[in-house]
């Protein structure tokens, strides 16, 4: 699945079968190439939802046990929801040190939530090539 | 593989580490004793208004000199210059190749090929490779009759240099080009020729 197509997607709570939250955006950890928390509009609790708390990121909604799992964020999930270290839009580099573009989309596994690919303008680098995300730079570990 | 390039061209990119973190960029390039080889480069902070760092980036560290950007794998490479220059004495002094720019270009026959103003350097690996001084751009004088205002010319492995002159082998004139393409194979070329005459 890509970043861009589950944007938006509303989060349901199973408890109350109501929708509380839509999916704002990812928070991704380079060391294990994974979503380590999907991002949601702010509410009084919070703006995250860490991966472990997702039940199901299906087609039409990402089902979480109930509103409590919307948390902030803390420790390295903080770090890593820092702007600077969003993926989208950002400058690419190999570890040759060439510019190769800029984050288009990401695809992920929405079971493991496994980055599985970087989408450049022209083409997709594989996930596990992905080395480091700082706020200069994608580093990525391919040549095209 | 190697590859060539202006060492103008590389002042000024940006240090990042495989974090993706620009620490900071590249501010001269610091040439061994004796020339012939890279030793590191001199750094200033990131943006407009940050001055020059007191670290510097050994070529040891270098984990790729790209076209873009120069990566390492951390920013605690970065150290002082006496921790990285250590045995590297006289280096940034100005002797060798150190602050060639400017100078002329004196063939050992006596012609005065023109004025550097840039220097060419090879790099072929990474990481414990190698980063050559392999030729010099210069604004060539009329001797050496060329169509070109600016040409390459390729360098022996050691030469002569003082603040004032340079000197190669009179030689060198066959080996001129005009761009980098076919440079590096114009070098070899030149270096087997002179170890052939010898």
């Keep these: 699945m890509l970043f861009s197509d589950a944007k938006g997607r ?7 079968a109501e929708t509380i939250a839509k999916v704002a955006g ?16 702010k509410t009084k609790d919070g703006d995250v939802v860490l991966w472990e708390d997702v039940k199901g990121f299906g087609d039409d909604a990402v089902t979480v046990e109930s509103d409590e799992k919307i948390t902030a964020a803390v420790g390295d999930v903080a770090v890593l929801a820092d702007k600077h270290h969003q993926v989208l839009g950002k400058k690419v580099l190999s570890t040759a040190g060439a510019e190769l573009g800029s984050v288009k989309d990401v695809e992920f596994d929405e079971t493991s939530g496994t980055i599985t690919g970087i989408v450049l303008e022209s083409e ?3 996930g596990n090539r ?9 580093v990525i570990d391919w040549s095209n | 593989m190697s590859v060539l390039m202006r060492a103008g061209e590389v002042a000024k990119r ?5 974090q ?7 501010k001269d390039i610091v040439y061994a004793p004796g020339g012939g080889e890279v030793a590191g480069f001199t750094l200033a902070g990131r943006g407009i208004f940050s001055g020059p760092r007191k670290e510097v980036l050994a070529w040891k560290s270098v984990a790729a000199l790209g076209p873009d950007a120069v990566m390492i794998l951390r920013e605690d490479v970065l150290v002082s210059p006496d921790e990285a220059f250590a045995g590297v004495s006289g280096s940034g002094s100005g002797s060798g190749h150190g602050n060639v720019l400017g100078s002329r270009v004196l063939t050992d026959s006596g012609t005065d090929l023109g004025k550097v103003i840039d220097v060419i350097i090879e790099v072929s690996g990474a990481n414990g490779g190698q980063c050559d001084v392999v030729g010099y751009e210069i604004e060539a004088s009329e001797a050496l009759k060329t169509n070109s205002t600016k040409v390459l010319i390729p360098l022996p492995d050691t030469l002569a240099a003082s603040a004032e002159h340079l000197m190669v082998p009179a030689g060198a004139v066959d080996f001129v080009r005009d761009d980098l393409a076919g440079f590096g194979a114009a070098v070899d070329d030149f270096r087997a020729h002179l170890k052939g005459s010898h």
């Excluded at chain 1, 995300?133 to 994608?138: E, H």
């Design chain 2, 20 to 26: 993706g973190e620009d620490v900071a960029q590249i």
């Design chain 1, 26 to 41: 990812f928070v991704v950890d380079p060391a294990s190439r994974s979503v380590v928390a999907v991002e949601v509009k």
């Design chain 1, 10 to 16: 509303k989060v349901v709570s199973t408890t109350t």
């Design chain 2, 14 to 18: 940006p240090v990042v580490t495989m």
């Design chain 1, 130 to 138: 992905l080395i480091g995300v700082g706020s200069y730079a994608v």
């Design chain 1, 124 to 126: 997709t680098a594989p």
